[in-house]
């Protein structure tokens, strides 16, 4: 099991040191294993998403890719996937903790391109937003995918830090780049998946209601 700790990754950013963080829960698992429906945010189970994501994650990935722990419910099918797992909650728990100002201020001093919902564009530390839409974003992924290129290849000298909230559509983006002998070393991918929500004043997990009352009696 690889270790990448909340302070490792700080100090990655600090450092314009390039990694690449995918993360893999209930939704991306579910989906993997052909279920129909939709996850906990309302994203559809594309067949030709699951199919994407079991062709990364079949390969063992010299990169980062959490994994939900397995109290929270998990689909269990991970054994069937040759990763390296780390815990794909290592920023989310840090949240808990109060632990984000560190994290905000090595963003603060990177440049940063978000590719979530337009909600996030509130953050201060973002230099660029890609808005994608509300809900399955994966029906446009290769709008997205078309956009973030033009964007890497036009501030290609800048180590751009790429923070993705888009869903199970993340780790696909996020390999895409990661395997790209061309920019991997120069670009930093990290699904941050509903982490800023409480920052933005959203509540779409449970605990981001604690956070939302610590940062207004803050």
Known sequence: MKELTFHQIVDKLQKLEPFHFARVGDGEMMCMAGKQGKNCDDHKYFVDLGQALRAIYKKEQDYFVGLQPVKHGLFTDFDKYPQQWCNAD???????????????????????????????????????????????????RQEIWSHLKKIIAEHFDKKLVLLFSAGMMSGVLIDEIANNEQIN???????????????VGKTTRSYHKQIIERENAS
Do not use: C
């Not at 994290?103 to 919902?117: C, Q, T, Y």
């Not at 070393?185 to 920052?199: A, H, K, N």
């Open 90 to 140: 290592v920023l989310h728990d840090a949240s808990i903790k109060g632990w984000m100002p560190a994290l905000f201020h090595a963003l603060s001093n990177r440049n940063v391109v978000m590719i979530g919902n337009h909600s996030l564009a509130k953050l201060n530390f973002i230099n660029v937003m890609v808005e994608i839409p509300k809900k399955n974003a994966w029906q446009k």
């Open 185 to 199: 070393r120069l670009v930093t991918t990290i699904d941050t998946g509903s982490l800023f929500d409480p920052y």
